[in-house]
């Protein structure tokens, strides 16, 4: 089932235009990978093969399917790739659109970079709630803005967690300047986002203003533990001083 509706998205998206600066930038840090990370060529009596000297190849196999498929039909450019930017939660595009990010959280190589790749989308998430609430303005929601504004939120959460994730481990590994360096920029956006939703959440009633209320509440959350966050850091500096 799963491979039927990929292979049908894919249909769809055949002629969606490439975002060849995407592309360009995820070959440019795949090449660099690999470049890191050379395979050695060993001669076998009865045939060649390659030992991987990463754990590239075991990473792959762990992951999603679906990641799979993409990062693959990204690499072979074409007509074929077709994450489309301006797709809004519950479009057709919408998941090809998060496949494409998830590949360029893969292609960030280091726990800095994922942190600042996330923080990123979390900012497309915001955006995308904005325009998602535009289209109910003007009438065209078609009744599933609601399940729509839960996906975005859903996606939100995610990419904060993976931030402070990310900026637990810079810490833990003693990159504590990186580290206090991605909390105090998410914090800043963190306020931002919460300005933009409160100011949304005035001029909407019902399910919707239920909806943004937990988004407000979600960043509200998400502020304290970037809070915490910056006492830890705070705390391993001095320890090590």
Known sequence: MLNKN??????????????EKFLGSLRRRLADFIELNPAVRIDAPERLFYKQRSNFIPRLKTMPIPLIIALVVA???GGTVAASQNSLPGDT???VKILTENIQTVASLSPAAKAETR???????????????????????KGRTVEA??????????????????????????ELTAASEVNTN???????YKKIV??????HRGEIEEQLDKAVSSIEDSEQKAEDE????????????
């Open 198 to 203: 409160k100011a949304q959440k005035k001029a």
């Open 149 to 174: 504004l839960q996906l975005a939120l859903d996606n939100f959460n995610s990419q904060v967690d993976n931030i402070l994730q990310k900026t637990d481990e810079l810490a833990n590994e003693g």
């Open 75 to 77: 690499l072979t450019g």
């Open 93 to 95: 595009l919408y998941q």
């Open 119 to 141: 923080l990123a989308l979390a900012q497309k998430r915001i955006g995308e709630i904005e325009k998602l609430l535009e289209r109910e303005k003007q009438g065209k929601g």
């Open 6 to 19: 990929l292979k049908s998205i894919f249909k769809k998206i055949k002629t969606t235009p490439v975002d």
């Open 186 to 192: 998410f914090k800043t956006a963190l306020g931002i």
């Open 230 to 241: 910056e006492e830890n850091i705070d705390e391993k500096e001095k320890r090590g001083r």
